[in-house]
């Protein structure tokens, strides 16, 4: 079984910034650094989109709804994957959730709530 638990969600005024971390264990625990990890959003009322994606090697891909105000990282060390979200605007508001990716297997977490005030 793989586990993928996310973090640091909360309430941020537009503007501000907050950190999301994602932390894999189970299976996953020894071949973490062989998966494509990547953060997808869901706003309320609408349909899970990806924000970021981060390859085994580092590559990195951003929407264009998030790219130059979102940094995908991960640290294979400590299995974790990281979201630093800056510059954040009202239609940032959504559940983000953590995936796992590795050949035909995907993963997920049960996600974390980021809400931004205007």
């Known amino acids: 079984q793989v586990q993928l638990v996310e973090s640091g969600g909360g309430l941020v005024q537009a503007g501000g910034s907050l950190r999301l971390s994602c932390a894999a264990s189970?299976?996953?625990?020894?071949?973490?650094?062989?998966?494509?990890m990547g953060w997808y959003r869901q706003a309320p009322g609408k349909q899970r989109e990806l924000a970021t994606t981060i390859t085994f090697d580092g590559t990195t891909t951003y929407a264009d709804s998030v790219k130059g105000r979102f940094t995908i990282s991960r640290d294979n060390a400590k299995n974790t994957v990281y979201l630093e979200m800056s510059s954040l605007k009202p239609e940032d508001t959504a559940v983000y959730y953590c995936?796992?990716?590795?050949?035909?297997?995907?993963?997920w977490g049960k996600g974390t709530l980021v809400t931004v005030s205007s």
């Open positions: 189970g299976t996953i625990f020894s071949t973490f650094r062989t998966y494509t």
């Open positions: 995936n796992a990716q590795r050949n035909t297997m995907h993963y």
